[in-house]
């Protein structure tokens, strides 16, 4: 399945209870069709201690979003867009709906 979404986006939230927040792709799940944002979903989950958590408890980390209510922020519009692919030769690059502007680094 081609995502149009990738890590280290910036996104905008477009539904549910994170609706309207924005931040940074920190990862894609592609199977389920889910994205990590950083500081957005934020739940609570016990812990048990472990190396990685020496104390446990109750630690807080992002949730799972599902990929249909994020957006890409395009950089030039100051807005959440739809992309587009254009092809140019051999490869292809996402590209902003709105003013056509690349959004591949």
């Keep these: 399945m081609s995502l149009r979404i990738r890590k280290d986006d ?10 309207g927040k924005t931040g940074k792709v920190t990862r894609v799940n592609p199977d389920k069709g889910t994205v990590l944002v950083e500081k957005v979903n ?29 957006m890409i922020l395009c950089a030039k519009c ?19 709906k709105k003013c056509g502007e690349v959004l591949d680094k």
């Design 42 to 70: 934020i739940v609570k989950r016990h812990q048990t201690p472990s190396a990685k958590y020496k104390q446990g408890g109750i630690i807080e980390k992002e949730g799972p979003i599902a990929i249909s209510n994020v």
């Design 78 to 96: 100051k807005g959440p867009v739809r992309v587009g692919a254009k092809a140019d030769g051999d490869k292809r690059t996402r590209v902003c």
């Design 10 to 19: 910036q996104i905008m939230v477009i539904a549910g209870k994170e609706k």
